[in-house]
């Protein structure tokens, strides 16, 4: 009967026929965890010929270093969340809820894919969005919530906006689409959500 094992490293230093373990069984463990100062333990494992990235790390951080936190956050460009919005506006809700939650813990930025939809929030600043030529007939839009954002500025819409105020009860922007340009910029004072309309053809 094959195993199937989970690979966890705690916060201990790793004998020798631990890492021998480690190393050897690393190809076959269905996940890689780091508990907190374990990713310590991971990155000594670490070189050229055993580069692990683990699945997860977790736990408070007390025991690992902020070095080893920021090698391995530097590995992660994005993270996506895969859910069904469904039919459900309270669901729907939280999962935005959860995109404001995130812009608290995490530089990578989150997104959420799910019904023909990609939604990520973009922080206060200047963003540029990259358009395929596959993309260029999706819908998207530009949504403030939590507060009223005081000033945005866009190019690369059909309707861009210049140094607006959007808020619930006035301006939102919604089907909205790309007027052809390779690249949309956004500049904005407060976070926004932005989405567009994908499908599998689009992609």
Known sequence: MEEHIALLIL???????????????LGSALVH???????????ELCDDEFPLIPDLICGDFDSATPDVLEFYKSKVSSI?????NGDRLDHILGNLNTLYQADEITSVPVLILGNNSLTWLLSVGFHKIYVTEKMMESHVGL???????????TTGLKWNLTNDKMNFGGLISTC??????????I??????IWTMEVTMDKF
Do not use: H
């Open 143 to 153: 949504i403030p919530l939590g507060s009223a954002c005081k000033n945005v500025t």
């Open 33 to 43: 965890v780091g508990v907190d100062g374990g990713a310590n333990q991971l990155k």
């Open 176 to 185: 909205n689409m790309f007027d052809g340009s390779n690249v949309v910029t």
């Open 80 to 84: 996506i969340a895969v859910a069904r």
């Open 11 to 25: 916060n201990q230093p790793l004998q020798e026929e631990c890492k021998y373990f480690v190393k050897r069984n």
């Open 187 to 192: 500049a904005t004072d407060t976070p926004l």
